[in-house]
């Protein structure tokens, strides 16, 4: 390694450490970020957690270990705080953000004699983004994509691409442990694509840059079958996971919500502003009646898209991918607009017709492909100016010096500790500087130590995010469920999904304090409820008086009071009465007064099943005499065992979780039919279950005295399965590249 090179990545090494000191971590102020996942509890907060369905009741959790979150609990073992370790956790995303911007800015400049000094700026000047420095500086894209657009910039001058294509593969699994999402490799491939078009269109070398594109996307989807492969299964077998293509952007407000935010991200790209909301009144004043504010925050698109005034005389790859940076910039520029002028009905349609857009949910993420370019681009932009006015003995101090003062401006507010970034303010959401009520953990504590398999809902339900007003004041992601162990219900509305949301109506009946809400605690097998009374969009007086009707109050944790339904059923159980109506969902507070339903009863909506299932149920009604004994073990998440005992004739089972196709009822290995499969209640999985027949075809089963039977049946997440095969084809694929590697390395020996 040249000197210069180590010097540069030392220098980046020390910087980002100087810079992430300079927040006062002694304070204990913890990061909470909207989908960055950033445990808040990690020696017991250990979940499954990569791809989930939350719809009317708790979780299905369905993928593989939350990395993160081991991550986490593994450095807590040294006697870190938590505070400690998330700071460990965003110095080595942002430093390794850095020096994947010098690497990239090192290959695209391999030929510019001063390739060393710009590369070297370019990192420090990614580092000091103004993009990054507030809600999604924790974001791991923000490392791992400029480091996969430099592997397959790089690999293709390279012999052994299968080695740089395994590497980005390598890169995208890093980038989506911690968020298991479509965002990560969205952020990473269009870049790539986008390169590789460039590339090809000058070049001509269509049928080269094909097939090492094809290498790079076989070796992303071997080395991520754990994820695609979970992910395509769960929407596969359930289509209302991508049933999002009107109805979401309209509920969320497409030309509202997107339209402001994209302004906002847009303006936030040259002057700071936190997690897409302007500073106000006299801060926002300051930026822009101060002539020198404004010419320093401006700089950055100025400068870098002035790096197209200096190639006419350049080598050519230089030249392009100068121009390729150009293109980069514009395109997520245009992302990140959102809905605005110009072009905004493009965006627009996007939202509402295409059903994989939606899962950006809001176009802050596409920041991150104009920040990249930009880091390069300025830096390229000075030294070109300086090069032009000055000797090269000035050139670096010259250089440096402007960018340290871009960096400086830009970093204005985070720099001087401004207060409004590093404290809970009415101004901001809470994203930085939180210290988490210590009345949660001990909340949470609480009913982690029940053994119960059961759940908690809190009142109010959140809209998506948790709004507290004081004690202490707060606006952002909901913390309870980053602390929690057990299930807590405490969304108001699905992501994913139509309007009806069980949640909202068990929330109504409790706050009215009907008497139904005994019930739809019941079959949703919820056992807490907390009430928040420092929240801001509750009558803590109604709700509590209304509450304690039914249920007893089981302890105070401060602002938080905690009551208990004693009633709650299992998580797997056998009804004693079943009803079908012809009721819609929204009604079923109706149906369950109508019915007189108070006990072990359940519900099934025709508009939720099929005729024949229907058929099948009123004909299990005169069936249902004599009950079999149900006992099960929850195994994990996505797999509990369920042992019947004394079944002689065929019953209703239900599974109190989110309806979904992706659940499987098995004896021993054989598969139950999905016309057996009936959503029962609303909301939760319920099969069919025809003991004569099970054991007359498998014959897994013990016969009794009396001719009834045992046997036990095994519940699974069928998608988690498909995870599990993925890791599988991620590790073996790894194995078999390494062993080719070796084997040529031999061969020429």
């Not at 609303?682 to 046997?711: H, M, T």
Request: hydrophobic share 45%.
């Amino acid at each position: 390694m040249k000197k210069s090179i180590f010097f540069s990545i030392l220098a980046i090494l020390l910087l980002g450490l100087a810079y992430f000191f300079w927040f006062n971590f002694e304070k204990g102020f913890v990061l909470i970020g909207w989908d960055i996942g950033i445990p808040l509890q990690p020696q017991t907060n250990v979940k499954y957690l990569s791809m989930w369905v939350d719809n009317n009741n708790g979780t299905i959790i369905m993928s593989s270990l939350h990395f993160l979150i081991l991550l986490y609990s593994f450095l807590s073992k040294f006697s870190l705080s938590l505070t400690t370790i998330q700071f460990i956790h965003v110095y080595t995303i942002h430093v390794v953000g850095a020096l994947s911007i010098f690497y990239l800015a090192h290959v695209l400049l391999s030929k510019h004699p001063q390739k060393i000094l710009i590369s070297l700026l370019a990192g420090i000047t990614y580092l000091f983004s103004p993009a990054f420095l507030n809600m999604y500086f924790a974001y791991t894209s923000i490392g791992f994509v400029p480091l996969a657009l430099a592997l397959f910039i790089d690999g293709m001058s390279r012999k052994r691409t299968y080695l740089f294509a395994l590497a980005i593969g390598l890169v995208m699994s890093l980038a989506g442990l911690p968020d298991p999402h479509p965002r990560p490799p969205f952020l990473i491939l269009t870049p790539i694509f986008l390169y590789a078009a460039l590339e090809a269109y000058v070049t001509k070398k269509v049928k080269r840059i094909l097939s090492y594109l094809f290498l790079v996307l076989l070796f992303i989807f071997l080395l991520n079958a754990w994820f695609f492969l979970g992910f395509i299964s769960n929407a596969i077998l359930d289509s209302r996971v991508i049933s999002i293509a009107k109805e979401v952007p309209f509920t969320f407000g497409v030309n509202n919500k997107f339209g402001e935010e994209g302004t906002a991200l847009i303006m936030r790209m040259v002057r700071l502003f936190h997690d897409n909301l302007p500073l106000t009144a006299a801060r926002l004043q300051f930026f822009v009646s101060n002539w020198i504010m404004i010419l320093a925050n401006y700089s950055r698109p100025l400068l870098a898209f002035s790096a197209l005034l200096f190639l006419k005389n350049k080598e050519k790859k230089i030249a392009q991918n100068m121009l390729f940076l150009v293109i980069l910039a514009l395109t997520f520029l245009f992302l990140a607009k959102s809905v605005n002028p110009p072009f905004g009905s493009l965006y627009r349609f996007a939202l509402e017709y295409i059903p994989i857009f939606r899962v950006f949910r809001h176009s802050s993420y596409f920041i991150l492909g104009t920040a990249i370019a930009y880091s390069i681009l300025v830096p390229f932009t000075v030294v070109e100016i300086v090069k032009y006015f000055g000797t090269y003995k000035r050139l670096a101090v010259c250089a440096g010096i402007v960018l340290l003062i871009l960096s400086l401006v830009n970093s204005y507010p985070i720099l001087l500790r401004y207060q409004a970034y590093l404290q809970p303010d009415p101004a901001k959401p809470a994203e930085l500087g939180m210290k988490i009520p210590p009345d949660y953990y001990r909340l949470a504590g609480y009913i982690d130590s029940q053994p119960e398999d059961s759940k908690t809902i809190s009142l109010p339900l959140d809209p998506g995010y948790e709004i507290l007003k004081e004690d202490p004041w707060y606006f952002g992601i909901p913390m309870l469920p980053w602390i929690m162990r057990t299930p807590i219900i405490n969304q108001r509305v699905r992501d994913f999904s139509g309007s009806f949301s069980l949640p909202i109506i068990i929330e109504n009946e409790l706050i009215e304090g009907n008497e139904t809400s005994v019930f739809l605690l019941n079959i949703s097998n919820i056992r807490y409820i907390i009430v928040k009374n420092n929240a801001t969009n509750i009558d803590k007086l109604k709700a509590n008086t209304n509450i304690s009707k039914h249920y007893g109050l089981v302890k105070t944790f401060g602002n938080y009071l905690m009551y208990e339904n004693p009633s709650y059923l299992p998580h797997v159980y056998v009804p004693d009465r079943i009803v079908i109506t012809d009721s819609v969902p929204e009604q079923i507070a109706g149906v369950i007064n109508t019915n007189n339903l108070r006990d072990k009863e359940a519900i099934y909506f025709t508009l939720q099943n099929t005729k024949q299932k229907i058929d099948m149920l009123e004909s299990l009604k005169s069936e249902m005499v004599k009950l079999p004994a149900i006992t099960y073990k929850k195994m994990s998440q996505t797999k509990y065992l369920v042992t019947v005992r004394n079944a002689s004739s065929d019953f209703p089972l239900i599974f109190s979780e989110t309806f979904h196709y992706g659940w499987k009822l098995y004896l021993r290995r054989s598969l139950l039919p999905d016309t057996y499969h009936v959503e029962a209640n609303s909301f939760a999985n319920s099969w069919i279950v025809k003991p004569s027949e099970l054991c007359r075809q498998q014959g897994d089963c013990s016969l009794n005295p009396d001719q009834s039977y045992n046997f036990e049946l095994s519940l699974e997440y069928f998608p988690q399965e498909m995870s599990n095969a993925g890791y599988l084809m991620s590790i073996v694929t790894i194995i078999i590249t390494s062993l080719y590697f070796i084997y040529e390395k031999l061969r020429k020996i």
